[in-house]
């Protein structure tokens, strides 16, 4: 049988500290309040695995590159989570779930969770002990859920938190396959042209000495450009994803890089409102699941993803801890200030009117009024999970309908972009070839050639 440690008071007040044996943790409280003791802390004694044990765990472990995917930590939570529902002991259902898991990472951490727990830890603190598979949210979320003796619960809800979260970034991500497989696929196609087609008819406009106009000299000055310099179409690109890489190294970089993709053109009020949506479901999954408002603010703002929000959310911590509520701080807190990084950005990606467009756009909020205005009610109410929830869903209603209306403008857009550049390629190349023609054939304006 399991050996408990407890801490304990007597009737005059004295702390007992010692350990029990029994078969569960309620009879070890029960077998304690017998004695005449009011327990204050109680936890399975820690023991150390046996050198067999741990020869055991490392024999079932492969070797796995990276962290676990979402997309199976959330199936692995639901599963987790029916198993639980059904009664089953955590450990029982985590081998089960152990033995039906691919070789890889999830069953290598799934190896490690499983050996701590049957040295004496809990679920959360075994978790905590493999962080490429649980991160923050996930083990503050369980511990509370063991605190509350609410873990099937705790679990639902993670699963349902996840489940949407994977559901939203496959829409996303959806939505971005069609316009990239076009563009990559005409880049192809233009680069293929411009290589091999173009100078083939650059040598017979040169065989044949034939005046060319203005559109047709700028074709092949480009064509040669990129014949002599090909390597410079994936290296520009590179070049540019390296540097932006190297400036995020740093907080102002960081900062400024995280700022440009929040109020840049089109696709910035994608990135916002979804981050919105995001950051709102977690910090309500957490609220609702019994994590102290503070640690669940500090999770929030380690999972957003974004230099401006963590500030944010920050800024809302600091205001707590002096008293205020999360509403009036957040609202306060919400203009982002002036980043020199960010005007580098948006005059480099935008020449010439980049720096006036950021000037007007910087002094808007990043979470608007009625977020504002929700999470007030919630906090008047007593409702605030609730409330955040309801921002949240009604944010993702916002991404998926804004996905698809930019996605139904790409389409009509990427082919006037694509039909302009092949008509410009084909007129190009037939005016001088229509002028050769009419020279040849002795056509109005040439004379016919024996």
Not at 11 to 26: C, F, H, L
Not at 397 to 412: D, F, G, I, K, W
Request: positive net charge; aromatic residues 8%.
């Amino acid at each position: 049988m399991p050996m408990f440690q407890y801490e304990a008071m007597d009737q005059t007040g004295k702390e007992i500290k010692d350990v029990i044996e029994a078969s569960s943790q309620d009879e070890a409280q029960a077998t304690i309040k017998q004695l005449g003791y009011f327990v204050t802390k109680i936890a399975v004694k820690k023991t150390r695995a046996t050198p067999t044990q741990k020869k055991a765990a490392k024999k079932g472990k492969t070797f796995a590159l990276g962290g676990v995917k979402t997309k199976t930590l959330t199936t692995f939570t639901r599963q987790l989570s029916i198993l639980q529902d059904a009664g089953l002991p955590i450990l029982r259902s985590l081998r089960i779930l152990q033995e039906q898991s691919p070789p890889g990472a999830m069953k290598n951490a799934l190896i490690d969770v499983c050996e701590e727990i049957e040295s004496g830890s809990t679920l959360s603190e075994a978790m905590a002990k493999v962080p490429k598979a649980f991160n923050r949210l996930y083990v503050n979320m369980i511990k509370a859920g063991e605190a509350g003796g609410a873990l099937e619960i705790i679990l639902q809800r993670l699963a349902e938190f996840q489940e949407r979260s994977e559901s939203l970034k496959r829409k996303v991500k959806g939505a971005l396959v069609y316009p990239i497989v076009v563009v990559a696929f005409a880049a192809g196609i233009l680069t293929f042209i411009m290589i091999k087609i173009v100078p083939a008819f650059e040598k017979i406009f040169k065989d044949f000495d034939t005046g060319l106009p203005a559109i047709t000299v700028a074709l092949m000055e480009t064509s040669r450009w990129i014949v002599n310099y090909w390597y410079l179409l994936p290296g520009i690109p590179l070049a540019i994803w390296i540097l932006i890489k190297l400036i995020r190294k740093f907080q102002g970089g960081r900062y400024g890089w995280d700022l440009w993709c929040l109020k840049m053109p089109i696709f910035g009020q994608l990135v916002e409102k979804n981050i919105v949506a995001r950051s709102m479901r977690t910090l309500g999954t957490l609220v609702a699941s019994g994590v102290p408002i503070l640690e669940a603010l500090q999770i929030t703002k380690e999972t957003s993803g974004n230099a401006v929000f963590e500030g944010l959310f920050a800024k809302v911590n600091e205001a707590i801890r002096e008293g205020e509520s999360i509403a009036k701080p957040m609202k306060e807190n919400s203009k982002p200030p002036f980043s020199l990084v960010a005007l580098g950005f948006w005059s480099f990606f935008i020449p010439g009117v980049g720096a006036l467009l950021y000037m007007t756009r910087m002094n808007k909020r990043i979470v608007d009024d009625m977020v504002v205005n929700m999470i007030d009610v919630g906090e008047e109410t007593g409702e605030l999970d609730t409330m955040l929830y309801k921002v949240a869903d009604t944010y993702d209603e916002e991404v998926a309908v804004l996905t698809e209306s930019l996605m139904s403008l790409m389409e009509p857009l990427l082919i006037i972009m694509l039909g302009g550049m092949v008509g410009f390629i084909v007129i190009a190349i037939f005016m001088p070839l229509i002028s050769l023609i009419t020279s040849l054939t002795g056509g109005p304006g040439g004379k016919k050639k024996n």
